[in-house]
């Protein structure tokens, strides 16, 4: 039987929410193995000067748990 995980992060970038969730999940997979899936929950963006200077995305990412 497998056990499934999830945590919660904010991935951050100057480019855009899909490079945001995808550093969270490189961020993450350094210390967590048997990614199987992540949700966007909400996307949201730090404005300067009437532009977007950075964009996040709050994401929960879900993996298996091993067990030894």
Do not use: D
Request: hydrophobic share 45%; net charge positive; with cysteine.
């Amino acid at each position: 039987m497998a056990v499934v995980k999830i945590i919660e992060l904010i991935g951050s970038s100057p480019n855009g929410w899909s490079e945001a969730t995808q550093n969270a999940v490189t961020e993450a997979a350094r210390t967590i193995k048997n990614i199987k899936s992540v949700h966007v929950k909400r996307c949201t963006a730090k404005v300067e000067n009437n532009k977007i200077v950075e964009y996040n995305a709050n994401v929960k990412i879900a993996f298996i748990v091993q067990r030894k």
